[in-house]
């Protein structure tokens, strides 16, 4: 359900005593095409979902941060800025006061808050739930100290309470999406150069729609698999002589160094490269305005990539995946780091109920539980919004 700001701010007035100072929400995100590339130095092509985090801030005068969550309503973590660091909290509120953690190490001072989070994007899902709570925060904190930071920087002091204090090892991605959206568009992330472009994104012009599914099946960054992913390509990237696997491009896979590399570092370094020509070519294509049904089978290459190459998907996120191309999706892929998580389908919109009715059906003749769809665009970035 959609998260009204003037419920978030009566809840705050009811929790606190006073009125909130402002409310700023961030949204979740869908990534397009462009997976486990951010850490690549490579390209991504996100976009904002309308599901979000809204954050309802006061200041206080006392250097200790309070912060509640609508999610987790019995508790409140009480906290003072001074003595955060790595290891000092856990759990939810890791994400929130992470950020006030990593504005202060990033020279920022901020001074004592009362913050109270709800939200709207489904958790543990891969759609960026925690992104969209540590946005929220960063932009709300940033304003409220009248810190004049660029929402690059934003994104970066976000990643790294993600990093540091909640101890998932991500690149930026999400943070970019969550501060970068814009309605209608999606966002070329170049995490080499930090550069961020729009791109047009109209499905509903051409009578398509990009349908999501949750399969539900747990999906952890925190867990180990992310990392060693990111370990193997950073042992590729050495073994290769190159700073990142963004410097090797889709010829090289055919060279001498490449073959020289031991089989599982060849897989990884496989989808790495080939992930990052395909983001190109989908902008390219939707930069020439060409039909968006010609990126569907780019999109079925990146999942089959991630599934036999990177090995991050799981056994839900395929069948998701065949059902839908078999009711006739134009492409589909899993979204987000893998594991679990959701699958994206790119969907005539008069096939729509077709598609979503194949992958219930075939999650039904698997034996997973009920996967939850629903059809979604791109919106808008972080934003103050009372
Ligand atoms: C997660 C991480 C991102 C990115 C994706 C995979 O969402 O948070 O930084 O690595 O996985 O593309």
Redesign the pocket.
């Known amino acids: 359900m959609a998260v009204r700001a003037s419920t978030v701010g009566d809840v705050f007035a009811g929790a606190y005593g006073r009125p909130p100072a402002g409310l700023w929400a961030a949204p979740g995100r869908v ?1 397009l095409i ?6 690549n130095d490579g390209f ?1 092509l996100p976009f904002a979902l309308a599901h979000r985090v809204v954050c309802a801030a006061a200041p206080r005068a006392d250097g200790q941060a309070r912060v509640r969550s609508q999610q987790a309503p019995e508790e409140e973590v009480t906290v003072g800025i001074a003595d955060l660091g790595p290891g000092t909290v856990s759990g939810w509120a890791a994400y929130p006061l992470g950020v006030l953690w990593a504005l202060q190490a990033a020279g920022h001072p901020v001074g004592g808050v009362d913050l109270l989070l709800d939200g709207d994007v489904p958790l543990g899902a ?1 759609l ?1 739930s ?2 969209a709570v540590e946005c929220a925060v960063a932009l709300a904190v940033s304003e409220l100290s009248g810190l004049d930071l660029d929402r690059t920087a934003l994104a970066g002091i976000a ?1 790294r309470a ?1 990093n540091d204090i909640v101890g ?1 090892p ?6 970019m999406i969550s501060l970068h959206g814009r309605a209608g568009h999606l966002m070329l992330l170049d995490t080499r150069s930090m550069q961020v472009e729009s791109v047009p994104f109209d499905l509903d012009r051409r009578g398509l729609v990009l349908l999501v599914f949750d399969t539900r099946a747990p999906h952890r ?1 925190v867990d180990g698999a ?1 990392a060693e992913r ?1 370990r193997a390509c950073e042992r590729a990237a050495a073994h290769l002589g190159l700073p990142a696997l963004r410097d090797l491009d889709v010829a090289a896979l055919d060279g001498p160094a490449f073959a020289s590399l031991p089989a599982e570092l060849r897989r990884r370094t496989r989808h790495v490269v080939t992930e990052n020509a395909r983001v190109l070519a989908v902008v390219a294509a939707l930069r020439a305005d060409a039909d968006p049904r010609v990126v569907g089978p780019l999109l079925t290459a990146s999942h089959l990539s991630l599934r036999d190459d990177f090995e991050v998907t799981v056994p839900e996120l395929d069948v998701a995946v065949e059902a839908a191309l078999g009711a006739g999706a134009h492409g589909a892929r899993m979204t ?3 594991f679990g998580g959701c699958v994206i389908a790119l969907v005539d919109s008069a096939r729509a109920p077709d598609v979503s009715d194949a992958v219930a059906a075939a999650f039904r003749d698997s034996g997973f539980s009920a996967p939850r769809s629903f059809v979604t665009r791109p919106a808008v970035g972080a934003h103050r919004i009372a």
């Open positions: 990534n462009g997976e486990h590339t951010d850490y991504a891969g960026s925690s992104a990643r993600e998932a991500t690149g930026v991605l999400d943070q960054l992310y990111r987000g780091g893998g």
